[in-house]
């Protein structure tokens, strides 16, 4: 479905594929798209219909990986020592360095439809908010092992693990733990206090 945009034996075609990569492309900056919209995107994808070219097509397929990986772990902060794809992994970290290049006035491949489309999906630009989803990822290893998210202030095999959940729990009873982190743990199974009733928000 290659059709160039300067298509000789039919330069209508040519346009209408142009104008199909631009809808689909205001789509993931976050405009609504119609159901008329949405129905076009599902058959051109049947078919096989490459939404980008070039360079470009590149960076959309790694987005399409981060999709799926949110779609998979609820959130975009692919964790830098994610093992089950350092190439996704390898490529958020560049997003990031690239980003703070073009904020800084220096030279970017970053772009502002770009930056756009990555907010729109919900991706976290510093780091800190990676760190905090790599203890999450920590906290379900740990339930994993031991069946509870209980970890004891003081774990030895993993001191910051214990610290952090100590500091989860003191953010929410200060009501300042967002509410996306609050349903990540909740849905973990996260016990909020440490009394004989242990009670989860729900």
Excluded at 19 to 48: C, H, N, T, W
Excluded at 108 to 123: H, K, P, W
Aim: glycine residues 4%.
């Amino acid at each position: 479905c290659l059709v160039p945009q300067r298509y000789a034996p039919n330069p209508a075609l040519g346009r209408w594929v142009a104008l199909q990569r631009e809808v689909y492309k205001r789509m993931l900056r976050g405009k609504k798209p119609s159901r008329i919209a949405e129905k076009r995107i599902f058959l051109l994808d049947k078919i096989g219909f490459v939404w980008s070219v070039g360079h470009r097509a590149q960076w959309f397929n790694m987005f399409e990986e981060l999709k799926k990986y949110k779609e998979i772990h609820g959130h975009c902060s692919v964790p830098a020592r994610c093992s089950s794809n350092k190439r996704l992994a390898n490529w958020v970290s560049k997003q990031r360095q690239v980003y703070y290049d073009m904020k800084e006035g220096r030279s970017s491949i970053m772009t502002a439809e770009r930056v756009d489309i990555l907010n729109n999906l919900g991706f976290k630009w510093k780091l800190h908010e990676d760190n905090w989803h790599d203890m999450l990822d920590d906290l379900k290893e740990f339930k994993e092992r031991h069946g509870d998210c209980i970890v004891p202030q003081k774990y030895s095999p993993n001191p910051q693990l214990g610290r952090w959940v100590y500091t989860q729990r003191r953010a929410y009873t200060r009501n300042s733990l967002t509410k996306e982190r609050i349903t990540l743990l909740n849905k973990l199974g996260f016990v909020w206090k440490l009394r004989k009733s242990r009670t989860l928000i729900k």
